[in-house]
């Protein structure tokens, strides 16, 4: 294995590379958990990271160039920036700061690391398919604009990831399929965390892939195996390795020698014995223990076999063994394990290192030291310019019914905003089989759903939706998976850092559903990816529908999640200010989550709003979050704070109180979100500088002078939680009314009666609040 391979890669040096990664790997961990200064486990994988040092050298060092994307396992993170380390990028100081405060993250960070990371990976399967969304995301944007420079979209994943449903959700999808330029690499150590994996049936995930149309390759035996299986009887030797079971063949890594044959031949066939009588003693263990994951020629092989398939992903199956080249190795619990402190001086003497040279680079005169500058200049992170700002209006010419719904209103506005070109081009709407039902119609029909190819449309060209992919389409349509949803999303949201556009995504989803692909949401939030959702419908006004579509928790979900503001407006041109603003700020700011609703309602008291306040100074307060939808009269003070579709039960029951003498102040609470973090930041940055905030934030113009002592009625079509927090900006009692239950099936009307959202309920309830 000495002389150069006749792919003009030297093997030996890359060899001495792979060396050196998995030693910085295993010690920039040691280092973490050695430091003492932190009361709890600091942790971090040496196994893991073991595994898949050779995968991760032959991709790096052999394989990869400029504009390839790659997401890495999230427990091999120090074998990623050992490999930024040794090609310049990342500065040696960090190697001693993993897992540490400023320091490099326990996971691939893309937003927190030094050394860039293409993607975020934690929550084990989603940066397995990440890279898949994100080819998907290349390939409509070379339909849509100029074509980009040729790129390749990598996953290494562990094993124990291809348990997470969202990978099959993924790779089934048709609307990702047909990607050539996608790469997973699979380590296969058929280890998880707590155990080995029971009968792995690698074979039958191999088919999983190849049935939803990947081309599979394993890379199982190492060079060594190959050739002794290909001497005569050695067929033998294959078939013995072949049908053993994984914890019996993973046991052997604990042995050489003389006790590794008598194990390994424990339950062989004579004929065996006899093949293996050909290998001395010394030699036994680096041939029955060579593995295709751990050789790199066979890997690089096996990368390059991808490259020639073009009209589908690829899969490789790399077979590995945990803890790899450290005394740690094979055994079923090393998941956590860590080396002693001998065992790292017996490695770093074996790594050819001093204490003193341990965290050096290669010499840059050596050929290891060339290869690595080499690398370094090819494929390291450059970062991208600040995204584009795009010329939005102020409200689109989107006109909209007397009587209309938030969702209906979300509709037109994304048609109208179609029709300027500059913003259309980086327009693109996603729905996991939902865009009619969530009013994705018009916007279809005006631009178009994409299909990589055009395809023939055998219905009439005169049906009320026009459903005709082509390549120049701007709606993506997916299988009912809101995770493929999130994912997609997240991928497009980060166009512009990956491919150089940004695009303006923009997914529709019926609302409950977004926390069916909640952990994708965030996922994608993590890696700063920037979008628009419309959850809708929403809540139990939905009625008729029943429990199961009648999302509750989700205006929580929207106001918790970093990254993402969420608003619920009541009316047509709040969603068109909320809308066109949330697009404009991808940008710079973050991403939007409007909760709508199909409820029509008249848009009247809002034409009364702009009236008295201005189109100016209304889409400012709508924007900061709220607005005073109705002035009280003389009498004892209540407020009635409300958002979206229950708004027509809340202004009558604000007529019902003032005939009872309560002067009623109606807050249209149209993003909680920004309301609460207005003044909930405030109140945190006064506590750090130990000083009264000077504000409340924006709640101030909503709850005036005079008002500050009310009781304050909130109400929502949500969990009464969400708004609860209303009183303690100023200390006012609260009584919240919403949907603490899970919904059933009736009428508008039966429901809120339920959930006690009638306007003669709201009024009792303020009544309450009074004179309690
Ligand atoms: C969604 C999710 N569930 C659980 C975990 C905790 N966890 C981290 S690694 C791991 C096992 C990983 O096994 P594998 O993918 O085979 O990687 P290996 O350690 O073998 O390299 C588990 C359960 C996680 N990170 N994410
Ligand atoms: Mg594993």
């Known amino acids: 294995m000495d002389e150069p391979s006749d792919r003009g890669i030297d093997l030996a040096v890359l060899e001495s590379i792979d060396d050196r990664l998995r030693w910085l790997a295993v010690r920039m961990i040691d280092h973490a958990n050695r430091r003492g200064d932190t009361e709890v486990k600091v942790g971090g994988h040496q196994a893991s990271s073991a595994s898949m040092t050779s995968i991760m050298s032959a991709l790096w060092f052999g394989h990869i160039t400029g504009d390839d994307k790659v997401a890495v396992k999230p427990h091999a993170a120090p074998l990623f920036h050992a490999i930024k380390y040794l090609t310049g990028e990342l500065d040696r100081a960090y190697l001693t700061t993993l897992r540490q405060r400023g320091g490099l993250q326990?996971?691939?960070?893309?937003?927190?690391?030094?050394?860039?990371?293409?993607?975020?990976?934690?929550?084990?399967?989603?940066?397995?398919?990440?890279?898949?969304?994100?080819?998907?995301?290349?390939?409509?944007?070379?339909?849509?604009?100029?074509?980009?420079?040729?790129?390749?979209?990598?996953?290494?994943?562990?094993?124990?990831?291809?348990?997470?449903?969202?990978?099959?959700?993924?790779?089934?999808?048709?609307?990702?399929?047909?990607?050539?330029?996608?790469?997973?690499?699979?380590?296969?150590?058929?280890?998880?965390?707590?155990?080995?994996?029971?009968?792995?049936?690698?074979?039958?995930?191999?088919?999983?892939?190849?049935?939803?149309?990947?081309?599979?390759?394993?890379?199982?035996?190492?060079?060594?195996?190959?050739?002794?299986?290909?001497?005569?009887?050695?067929?033998?030797?294959?078939?013995?390795?072949?049908?053993?079971?994984?914890?019996?063949?993973?046991?052997?890594?604990?042995?050489?020698?003389?006790?590794?044959?008598?194990?390994?031949?424990?339950?062989?066939?004579?004929?065996?014995?006899?093949?293996?009588?050909?290998?001395?003693?010394?030699?036994?263990?680096?041939?029955?223990?060579?593995?295709?994951g751990h050789d790199l020629s066979v890997l690089i092989d096996a990368y390059r076999s991808c490259d020639e398939v073009h009209d589908r992903p690829s899969v490789v199956f790399a077979y590995t063994i945990k803890g790899f080249g450290l005394p740690l190795v094979g055994d079923p619990m090393n998941h956590s394990a860590l080396l002693t402190p001998a065992q790292i001086d017996d490695l770093r003497e074996a790594t050819g290192l001093t204490e003193a040279t341990e965290w050096d680079r290669f010499e840059a005169d050596t050929p290891a030291g060339r290869l690595c500058a080499e690398v370094g200049a090819e494929v390291n992170n450059v970062p991208p310019p600040p995204r584009p700002r795009l010329a939005f209006p102020l409200r689109t010419g989107a006109r909209h019914k007397p009587t209309t719904s938030t969702q209906e209103a979300f509709?037109?506005?994304?048609?109208?905003?179609?029709?300027?070109?500059?913003?259309?081009?980086?327009?693109?709407?996603?729905?996991?089989?939902?865009?009619?039902?969530?009013?994705?119609?018009?916007?279809?029909?005006?631009?178009?759903?994409?299909?990589?190819?055009?395809?023939?449309?055998?219905?009439?060209?005169?049906?009320?939706?026009?459903?005709?992919?082509?390549?120049?389409?701007?709606?993506?349509?997916?299988?009912?998976?809101?995770?493929?949803?999130?994912?997609?999303?997240?991928?497009?949201?980060?166009a512009h850092e990956h491919h150089g556009e940004m695009l303006l995504p923009i997914g529709t989803v019926y609302d409950p559903f977004?926390?069916?692909?909640?952990?994708?949401?965030?996922?994608?939030?993590?890696?700063?990816?920037?979008?628009?959702?419309?959850?809708?419908?929403?809540?139990?006004?939905?009625?008729?529908?029943?429990?199961?579509?009648?999302?509750?928790?989700?205006?929580?979900?929207?106001?918790?999640?970093?990254?993402?503001?969420?608003?619920?407006?009541?009316?047509?041109?709040?969603?068109?200010?909320?809308?066109?603003?949330g697009l404009d700020g991808l940008t710079d700011r973050e991403s939007l989550y409007l909760r709508l609703s199909t409820r029509p309602i008249s848009q009247e008291p809002f034409a009364h709003a702009l009236e008295r306040l201005g189109e100016q100074s209304l889409r400012a307060a709508v924007l900061a979050g709220g607005y005073r939808l109705r002035e009280p009269g003389p009498g004892t003070r209540l407020i009635l704070a409300a958002s979206g579709a229950v708004m027509p039960e809340v202004l009558e029951a604000a007529e019902i109180l003032e005939d009872e003498g309560v002067a009623c102040t109606v807050i249209d609470v149209t993003s909680l979100d920004r309301l609460y973090r207005d003044w909930s930041h405030r109140l945190a940055d006064a506590t750090r500088s130990a000083s009264l905030p000077e504000s409340s934030g924006h709640i101030e113009t909503l709850i005036v002078d005079g008002e500050r002592s009310a009781p304050i009625v909130t109400v929502h079509d949500g969990a009464t939680h969400a708004m609860a927090w209303l009183g303690s900006v100023f200390g006012q009692r609260v009584v919240p009314i919403g949907v603490d239950r899970f919904g059933e099936s009736g009428t508008i009307g039966e429901l809120y009666e339920l959930f006690g959202l009638l306007p003669e309920q709201i009024a009792t309830a303020g009544l309450m609040a009074i004179d309690r």
């Open 106 to 292: 326990a996971y691939p960070s893309r937003t927190k690391d030094p050394d860039v990371f293409d993607f975020s990976t934690g929550s084990v399967g989603l940066g397995a398919v990440a890279p898949l969304f994100s080819a998907a995301t290349r390939r409509y944007i070379d339909d849509h604009f100029e074509a980009t420079p040729p790129a390749r979209f990598i996953a290494i994943a562990g094993d124990a990831e291809l348990d997470e449903g969202n990978i099959w959700e993924a790779i089934s999808d048709p609307a990702l399929q047909g990607l050539g330029n996608v790469m997973l690499i699979i380590d296969l150590n058929r280890q998880s965390l707590d155990r080995i994996i029971p009968g792995i049936q690698a074979q039958r995930v191999m088919e999983f892939f190849r049935n939803a149309g990947w081309h599979v390759v394993e890379a199982k035996y190492g060079t060594r195996l190959l050739e002794a299986f290909a001497r005569p009887g050695g067929a033998a030797l294959k078939r013995h390795i072949d049908e053993m079971s994984n914890e019996e063949y993973q046991s052997l890594f604990a042995y050489v020698g003389s006790e590794l044959r008598e194990r390994f031949l424990a339950n062989a066939e004579r004929d065996v014995g006899d093949f293996l009588a050909s290998i001395d003693d010394d030699d036994l263990a680096p041939v029955i223990q060579n593995l295709g």
């Open 411 to 494: 509709g037109r506005i994304v048609v109208e905003l179609g029709k300027d070109p500059s913003l259309a081009r980086r327009m693109v709407t996603v729905s996991p089989d939902v865009s009619v039902s969530t009013n994705l119609g018009g916007w279809i029909n005006t631009q178009g759903v994409y299909a990589p190819t055009k395809q023939h449309n055998y219905f009439d060209q005169d049906r009320l939706l026009e459903w005709d992919p082509k390549p120049t389409g701007r709606h993506i349509e997916l299988g009912i998976s809101e995770m493929n949803l999130f994912l997609l999303l997240g991928q497009l949201g980060l």
């Open 514 to 581: 977004v926390l069916r692909g909640l952990d994708a949401l965030i996922y994608s939030l993590y890696n700063g990816a920037r979008f628009v959702i419309a959850g809708t419908p929403a809540g139990i006004t939905l009625a008729p529908e029943g429990g199961a579509h009648q999302s509750t928790i989700t205006p929580s979900v929207g106001l918790e999640l970093p990254g993402i503001t969420q608003a619920e407006p009541a009316f047509a041109i709040a969603v068109d200010w909320l809308l066109t603003d």
